[in-house]
C-alpha cells in the first residue's frame, strides 16, 4: 500500500516575501523519470522562466534531473512571493506537460531552504550542477543539456535565452 507524501512544513512566522534566496527541490509523482524526455524538461524550463519573470525572481541555477529539478532562486524585489512563484511553475508546467505526461507531474509538496547572507550561491550552484555527475548521469557537466547557470557558456539550456553556466 502506498502512502501519500506529506507536504513539507513551511515557516509560519516568516512571509516568504522579499529579497529572499531559496534552494528548491521539486520531486515528480512517485519519483517518475518524466525529465528523461527532452520536450517535456524543455517545457517545463520555458514554465519556469516565465513564472520567474511574471513573480518577480531570478533564475540563479537549476538542474532538472530524470525525477526531480533543483533550482535556486532569489526574488527581485521587496514584493517578490515565493509561494506564489513556485505555485504558478508548477502548474504552469504541469498544464504545459500533459500530453506528454498522461499522469500527475509533480509529487504534491516541495522542499525550500531559505538560505541565510552568510551562505554563498557558489556553494549551492556547484551541489546543483554538479547532480548529473553525482548520480552517473553524465562524466563531463558540460554536456548535460537540463542544467544553467550564468557564466559559463555552453551549447543548450533554455529557451529564448543566451545559456551560460558556471563551473564548478
Given at each position: 500500500m502506498a502512502f501519500p507524501t506529506p507536504m513539507p512544513a513551511r515557516f509560519r512566522e516568516f512571509s516568504y516575501t522579499g529579497r529572499w534566496r531559496y534552494f528548491v527541490t521539486c520531486p515528480t509523482h512517485k519519483r517518475a523519470r518524466v525529465f528523461d524526455s527532452d520536450q517535456l524538461?524543455?517545457?517545463?524550463?520555458?514554465?519556469?522562466?516565465?513564472?520567474?519573470?511574471?513573480h518577480e525572481f531570478a533564475v540563479l541555477a537549476y538542474c532538472?534531473?530524470?525525477?526531480?529539478?533543483?533550482?535556486?532562486?532569489?526574488?527581485?524585489?521587496?514584493?517578490?512571493?515565493?509561494?506564489?512563484?513556485?505555485?504558478v511553475f508548477r502548474r504552469r508546467a504541469a498544464w504545459h506537460c500533459r500530453d506528454l505526461v498522461g499522469v500527475r507531474l509533480w509529487q504534491r509538496g516541495y522542499y525550500e531552504r531559505v538560505l541565510r547572507a552568510h551562505e554563498p550561491n557558489e556553494r549551492v550552484i556547484a551541489y546543483i550542477l554538479d547532480n548529473p555527475l553525482r548520480a552517473g548521469i553524465v562524466t563531463d557537466l558540460k554536456t548535460?543539456?537540463?542544467?544553467?547557470?550564468?557564466?559559463?557558456?555552453?551549447?543548450?539550456?533554455?529557451?529564448?535565452?543566451?545559456?551560460?553556466?558556471?563551473?564548478?
Open positions: 524538461a524543455r517545457r517545463t524550463i520555458t514554465a519556469l522562466l516565465h513564472g520567474a519573470r511574471e532538472f534531473m530524470p525525477d526531480h529539478v533543483h533550482l535556486l532562486v532569489t526574488g527581485d524585489t521587496p514584493r517578490a512571493a515565493f509561494r506564489p512563484f513556485i505555485r548535460y543539456p537540463y542544467s544553467w547557470t550564468k557564466g559559463w557558456p555552453v551549447a543548450t539550456g533554455p529557451p529564448s535565452t543566451i545559456v551560460e553556466r558556471s563551473p564548478s
